[in-house]
């Protein structure tokens, strides 16, 4: 049952975007008997619609409105309009994610405190702690049926973990296993179990990994109180005179623009597009961009220190058969600096198809170098190295100067530099990969370069003091209360884990928020 | 229009190619037959038939495709596949058809009164290639190959990769965990 809700209707709480954040918190808001419209900017496709191909399934579900790029980052090389590999459609980035779902650390949430002042980067605390988090952790955990908790088993190794379990167990490391997967390894929730089909990366045809598409979604959709637009792009957020949101414009699936009135506006359309639409909404009164009274919108972006290695053997691995990522090393996601840089990485089983092999493996490489690799193909083991990089004021996302998409809205620029951090820490996950592999017998190892971004972070970051970030410890923007920030784009800093889990937690916690600051008329 | 046919082979055919219609390939890999406007492969059975560029232009495309990505494993076919884009592309932009022309006797001007096919081992082709590496010529065609070749479902099972795994129940039954060697 879907609720239609009137553009005029000022009392419901907009949404923009449906992924992790958004999704989430339209179904908690909508189970406490909130009225909720997600404006949605991609279409909806059900799970049976995914397609097993990895270019077919890019044109379904990719976020591939133009984008620039700038910085010394290789993306901006081989990807200069491709800064990040997201997805626009009813879901988000949850259609695509792997599934990883494991917590913070504690020092994670204190990385000033704990790493100290590092010149340039602009390191802050949390203004929440994992204590405060653990119970929304917790919650998250049992939403999306977290494997290996709430004594949900594991789930089988493939061929591609059984490699790096080998290799883990010869360099000694300690905690390897088919990680915290929110990928069930049995029916649970409606949803099934994992058929080991691979291609998580172009969502679940089996609806097996969580996603709010068929998890958060319909469930909301069923109280009444929630109400998905897809195909509805989010161009401007208005004000009144006395600084409250009072409702989003946007271009609906005919290029018409709409208004829909709201009583509260959160917005969660990934680091790229929440902080674009915060500046995009600058007024006479907020001539820098909503929220923005600290300058940090769309500043501190993060990606996660990423990188590849895979593993050619003598014999053959088939990699791409099963969980494209279901066995993780955790041993080096401790904060160590005697490794030569501060934070740690998580080394994540990966896999690509053949055709995004050869898109990924060496942009712009040719020649026999390149494709002797590619020619042993079905005898590679992939893993993806996913560490903290540090937050930058000068990594960020500004909106065009001309460049303008199809609705009139300025694009936006990602610009990017490593740290000299990330730098050391990518090395030594590369090290550390490649004698993984030989360990276990390869022949030769490819040290590869980052994708695109998937875990985009921190330009609308979380702050204790209003002057240091855009939002409050609820995601609430320290300058206008009734606008609240629901997506990757709060976190402070990136930790080295995979974000979906932190992102549902947050959403958890907040609709508990917004819902007290409801009943009591603060907002 | 441009179409990959399969064709009979050559001598089953009428007889008779002249000699005028042939081109040769350099030294290495089968031999590709230029007649009319058509590349034919008389060994492999497919042709290639070309509107907006001259067949021996996409003869050396064909043989610049294998240079870059050299997969000796995989037919000529499947390389003449991957640049037959550039000839429907050329048929609807003029630029096009001129980057692509003048690319290819730029690069035959660099190889020696030969040209480029005449050079005879891959790493002689390959030096000229890495002189023109950054033009938007090479460029275009590498670019083209990255989907052009290793998206055809055909060249996958050569490389060992299964594709689609959703509607045989994916791998739970068949091998998903079947590694013996460790």
Redesign the interface.
């Known amino acids: 049952m879907t609720a239609p809700f009137d553009l005029k209707n000022d009392g419901v709480v907009v949404i923009i975007g449906s992924g992790a954040g958004g999704g989430t918190l339209g179904n908690e808001l909508a189970q406490k008997g909130i009225d909720v419209v997600i404006l949605e900017a991609g279409a909806r496709h059900e799970y049976q619609d995914f397609i097993n191909d990895e270019w077919d399934s890019f044109a379904q579900l990719a976020w591939t409105d133009k984008r620039t790029t700038s910085g010394d980052w290789r993306v901006a090389k081989d990807f200069p309009n491709l800064p990040a590999w997201i997805v626009k459609a009813v879901g988000g980035s949850t259609a695509h994610w792997a599934g990883a779902s494991l917590r913070f650390q504690e020092h994670e949430f204190k990385t000033l405190s704990t790493y100290g002042k590092l010149e340039g980067a602009n390191l802050l605390d949390w203004p929440i702690t994992l204590a405060e988090l653990e119970p929304y952790y917790a919650k998250a955990e049992d939403r999306l049926g977290v494997t290996l908790t709430n004594n949900i088993p594991g789930l089988p190794g493939n061929n591609n973990f059984k490699v790096m379990k080998a290799g883990a167990d010869k360099l000694g490391y300690k905690e390897c296993h088919t990680g915290r997967m929110a990928i069930n390894s049995e029916p649970r929730d409606d949803r099934n179990a994992c058929q080991q089909t691979g291609f998580c990366f172009q969502g679940c045809k089996w609806g097996a990994k969580w996603s709010t598409l068929y998890s958060e979604i319909p469930k909301g959709e069923a109280t009444g109180h929630l109400e998905v637009r897809p195909n509805a792009m989010a161009i401007n957020i208005n004000h009144d005179a006395s600084g409250k949101v009072t409702g989003v414009v946007y271009a609906d699936k005919d290029g018409r623009l709409r208004e829909q009135k709201a009583r509260i506006v959160a917005v969660a359309g990934n680091s790229i597009e929440s902080p674009r639409l915060l500046l995009n909404s600058a007024s006479s009164q907020f001539p820098d961009g909503l929220a923005n009274s600290s300058g940090q919108v769309g500043k501190n972006y993060m990606r996660h220190t990423t990188g590849s290695v895979y593993g050619i053997f003598d014999k053959p691995v088939h990699m791409y058969r099963g969980t494209t990522m279901a066995g993780i090393i955790r041993d080096e996601a401790r904060n160590d600096p005697s490794r030569g840089f501060v934070g740690g990485y998580e080394l994540e089983t990966l896999s690509l198809g053949l055709p995004f092999m050869a898109a990924f493996l060496n942009p712009g490489g040719w020649g026999r170098s390149f494709t002797t690799a590619l020619d042993h193909y079905d005898h590679m083991a992939g893993m993806w190295i996913v560490g903290e990089d540090m937050p930058r004021e000068e990594n960020r996302i500004t909106l065009h100067a001309d460049m303008k998409d199809e609705h009139g809205m300025p694009v936006a620029d990602v610009h990017f530099d490593d740290h000299s951090n990330d730098t050391a820490m990518r090395n030594h996950a590369y090290k550390q990969g490649s004698a993984l592999y030989e360990a276990v017998g390869a022949t030769r190892t490819l040290p590869t370069p980052p994708y695109p971004s998937t875990h985009n972070l921190g330009t609308n970051r979380m702050s204790e003091k209003a002057a240091d970030g855009v939002v409050n410890k609820h995601g609430q923007a320290h300058d206008i209360k009734n606008l609240f920030v629901s997506d990757g784009s709060q976190f402070t800093t990136g930790g080295a884990e995979n974000p979906t889990l932190t992102i549902v937690s947050l959403a958890i916690r907040q609709a508990e928020y917004i819902a007290g600051q409801m009943s009591a008329k603060s907002i | 229009m441009v179409t990959i046919y399969e064709s009979k082979p050559v001598h089953e055919k009428k007889p008779g190619l002249s000699r005028r219609e042939l081109l040769k390939r350099g030294g290495v890999g089968a031999l590709l037959v230029i007649s009319g406007s058509a590349v034919i492969s008389p060994e492999h059975a497919w042709g290639l038939e070309t509107s907006a560029l001259k067949p021996e232009t996409m003869a050396t495309l064909i043989q610049m495709a294998r240079d ?4 000796d ?1 995989v037919p000529d076919k499947y390389y003449a596949i991957a640049v037959k884009a550039h000839d429907e592309q050329a048929g609807k932009d003029l630029a096009h058809k001129d980057l692509i022309e003048k690319g290819v006797a730029d690069l035959d001007l660099k190889s020696g009164k030969d040209g480029y096919t005449g050079l005879g081992w891959e790493e002689q082709r ?1 030096a000229v290639l890495r002189d023109i ?1 950054d033009t938007p010529f090479f460029q275009a065609v ?1 670019g083209g190959l ?2 052009g ?3 055809q479902k055909q060249v ?1 099972p050569i ?9 045989k ?4 039954a ?6 013996e ?2």
């Open positions: 870059i990505y050299p997969h494993q390959v590496q590498r990255v989907v070749l290793y998206n996958w490389f060992g990769y299964e594709g689609e795994s959703y509607s129940g994916g791998y739970m068949r091998g998903f965990d079947d590694i060697w460790l």
